[in-house]
């Protein structure tokens, strides 16, 4: 069984990264080359700090940046080589939760959970509403569902905008700093979700995440934990 997330031989100190306003993001250059391969079922953190390169694998994994040489291949496709309209399409089948939350700031918690479904699925109404209010249940976020982001804490953002990452229960789901300035036990809450229940083999979902560290309580509940050194991607025991 192919690996549901693959990198190789990719040069990250070539990747032309970019903000959310397209601007170039700035960032050192660092001399590195990533193969990895994560495996279904397992949680994977990668880490490393600002000029470590890190920060590229997310948008690499979503096809949103191109990797110079070598290739990034996610759920079996090379994103990046798709035509724009099938990337739109094909990443509706990874999960995303970018760093901060990348929530609509004019939409309630709950029509951001809506705002995916009603956009990117066939689903009645009805169906909608349905798998909003599991999600709704599943992430403790009943009582501000209805408020704007602006009037919820850092927790319940970032709760939301993994409840929308998870709406088309994908089988991957890829997370950039998830637990920044989260308490462990919130952390510990949204990694099981992520992982969306277990299995034989592990986690139901593939979980990939980046950032600059992760919570001490986490690291047993992670199968591989990495980190980008000089370069160099090296397993932390």
């Known amino acids: 069984m192919i690996a ?22 700035q960032s050192p250059v660092v001399e590195a080359r990533l193969t990895l ?20 694998l997310a948008g690499l994994a979503l096809g949103l940046e191109r990797a110079p040489s070598g290739r990034v291949v996610t759920l079996g496709t090379e994103i990046a080589g798709l035509a724009r309209t099938a990337q739109l399409a094909f990443r509706r089948r ?14 309630s918690l709950r029509d951001n959970l809506r705002l995916p479904l009603r956009f990117g699925s066939n689903f009645r109404p009805r169906e909608i509403e349905g798998r909003v209010d599991v999600i709704v249940a599943q ?19 970032r709760r939301a905008a993994l409840g929308r990452a998870c709406a088309f229960d994908p089988e991957l789901i890829v997370l950039e700093e998830p637990f920044d300035g989260l308490t462990d036990r919130a952390a510990g809450e949204l990694l099981e979700a992520a992982r969306g229940g277990e299995t034989s083999e592990g986690g139901r979902r593939t979980v990939f995440m980046t ?15 990495l980190r980008i050194t000089r370069g160099r991607l090296e397993e932390v025991r």
């Open 139 to 157: 992430l403790r976020l009943r009582e501000v569902a209805e408020l704007r982001p602006a009037q919820c804490n850092a927790e319940e953002r």
């Open 4 to 25: 549901p997330l693959i990198y190789e031989d990719v040069p990250l100190h070539r990747v032309q990264r970019t903000t959310y306003g397209e601007l170039p993001a």
């Open 94 to 107: 990874v999960g995303y939760l970018p760093a901060g939350d990348g929530l609509m700031q004019n939409l």
């Open 211 to 225: 950032g600059a560290s992760l919570p001490a309580l986490l690291r047993s509940r992670v199968d591989r934990q």
């Open 37 to 56: 391969h994560v495996e279904a079922h397992q949680t994977v953190a990668v880490l490393g700090g600002e000029a470590s390169g890190v920060d590229a």
